[in-house]
């Protein structure tokens, strides 16, 4: 049986308080969320990590999986280069 991947992504950006509603929603009992926290699942950041499949992903973060809701968190996502640009950041 394929395990199932996250439910839903937090994308943040650092020092906005993602590890904080990482803790909070790990302490929920139908929620699984990525483990192990560090490093990072730096799955869709990181060509080579991206490259190796979805699988590899669910194999490797949500092996422990088998909550109502699992979910990965992406601090990095908003000061990557190539994740849009909100306007507000354009003033």
Known sequence: MRKKGPTFLIAGAPRSGTTWLYH???RHPEVYMAKPVRPEPKFFLVDELYERGLQHYIDTW????????SADIHPQASADDSAPRSP????
């Open 24 to 26: 909070l929603l790990d």
């Open 62 to 69: 949500f092996a422990g999986s088998d909550a109502h809701a």
């Open 88 to 91: 507000i950041n354009d003033r």
